[in-house]
């Protein structure tokens, strides 16, 4: 296992220590964790922009420090992402790991594409579900991407029978989170992303169960007999895989699960001492996964940085507007790792409309909306709220329109809303209620 891995998953293992508020699981929280959380805890959803600037403000002590720059650029990436600020969250998350694929064989790229051939990702997967029971995907933490693509799942899946979603990221109890019907700031760390906290909330609306999944703490924290790092990640991973099955397999064989996890949680084997938590959910519950990784055939800020399929299906003309997954002449799904992943799926280099990522949209479920309101001389943070929801709701859109810019749109499907203009203080410079058809 490579250090940059190790590090990334002992960086996920501490997870619920990037929650909104400041960690409980230690007495003294590195800077940038209590600094990302402070504002939440007298601003409320007020906070986001005022946590992504005091950051910020901090960046050249946190690049100097060999101790924390990793962990600093991580969580700065991850709250960029929260604000709508993409491109940011990209380069920050390719500045913490600068990781550099294994370049294909040569021929590698030449024979991917005469022996496949391109299909959209969306009817692939769900065609490949429909005799399935489990199917899992994956995110990058630090961008709301993949979140975007799974919330296009939710509908064609609740259609094939598809009644639970498991997420890792909840804290709060499962059951108080179902009857309310949407998230809140203290649900968990990642669902505190609008496009993530809407996946919740659309999940409950169309008739999902939500299971929170994340281990306890007794199995995240390492311990004194502990002869490595992977010990205690390990011990996560079967936690997790432990509470998916008995929330759903145990009780209710018939259950048809679709889990999002983290980075490489959903894989269904390693080959090596690291054994993740899809691996060992599929060994308790006997049912052989649909597992699909999203976050690998992505763009990265630098070229080098890109998968070597990824760049050949770029350059192949083949990512034009939609996700794809690659298939053979038998309709096979390909697998850079068919061991642990079914299939890959390759999502196009962002485009941007009024502002905002194009895949936002969310294939036609969000429309554009451009909010009136006056300049202003300072960053300030577009925000709405869906309408009766509480004030601790997770924002169902929002992003960051900096001084001098044209004004971004904020990203809304049908519905009645609050929106906001707020100040890094957490001031409401604005407030207007609208209604998106």
């Known amino acids: ?173 499962a059951a108080t989170l179902n009857q309310r019907g949407y998230p809140v700031l203290e649900t968990g760390s990642y669902s505190c992303d609008p496009a993530f906290g809407d996946l919740i909330r659309r999940a409950i609306s169309l008739g999902y169960t939500i299971v929170s999944y994340e281990a306890g703490r007794e199995d995240r924290t390492p311990r004194p007999q502990d002869t490595s790092p992977l010990d205690s990640i390990n ?53 052989d996964p649909l597992t699909l990784n999203q976050f690998v055939m992505v763009e990265h800020s630098r070229r080098e940085l890109e998968h070597w399929a990824f760049r050949a299906v770029d350059d192949a003309g083949w990512l034009a507007d939609e996700p794809v997954v690659l298939i053979d002449d038998r309709n096979e799904l390909w697998s850079k790792s068919p061991d642990a992943i079914d299939a890959y799926v390759f999502h196009p280099r962002t485009t941007y409309v009024h502002g905002r990522p194009r895949w936002m949209s969310m294939g036609g479920l969000r429309s554009p909306h451009v909010v009136e309101s006056p300049p202003y001389d300072e960053p300030v943070l577009l925000q709405a709220l869906v309408a009766g929801e509480s004030v601790d709701a997770v924002p169902l859109d929002q992003t960051v329109w900096w001084p001098d810019t044209p004004k971004p749109a904020l990203l809304l499907r049908p519905e009645e809303y609050v929106v906001r203009v707020i100040d890094r203080r957490g001031r409401v410079l604005h407030r207007v209620e609208m209604r998106t058809d």
């Open 1 to 173: 296992m490579t250090r940059i891995l190790l590090l990334s998953l002992l960086l996920a293992a501490g997870a619920p220590a990037l929650d909104v508020r400041a960690s409980q699981n230690a007495s003294t929280p590195p800077w940038p964790m209590t600094v990302a959380s402070a504002p939440f805890d007298s601003l409320g959803s007020g906070g986001y922009l005022a946590s992504v600037l005091d950051l910020l403000d901090r960046e050249q002590e946190a690049l100097a420090s060999e101790e924390l720059k990793v962990l600093y650029l991580d969580v700065l990436g991850t709250r960029l992402a929260m604000v709508g600020e993409h491109e940011r969250a990209t380069r920050r998350g390719d500045e913490a790991y600068p990781r550099q694929h294994t370049p294909g064989s040569p021929g590698a790229a030449a024979a991917l594409l005469e022996s496949h051939r391109p299909t959209p990702a969306l009817n692939a997967i769900i065609e490949s579900a429909r005799d399935r029971q489990l199917v899992m995907v994956n995110e990058e933490h630090r961008s709301s991407l993949q979140r975007a693509f799974s919330n296009r799942l939710l509908v064609p899946l609740r259609q094939l029978g598809f009644t639970y979603l498991a997420v890792e990221t909840i804290h709060e109890d």
């Open 235 to 287: 011990r996560r991973e079967s936690g997790q895989a432990r509470n998916i099955f008995e929330r759903t397999f145990q009780k209710d064989p018939d259950a048809r699960v679709l889990v999002v996890g983290g980075r490489d949680h959903i894989a269904e084997s390693t080959g090596g001492q690291w054994k993740p938590m899809g691996g060992v959910l599929k060994e308790l519950s006997g049912i």
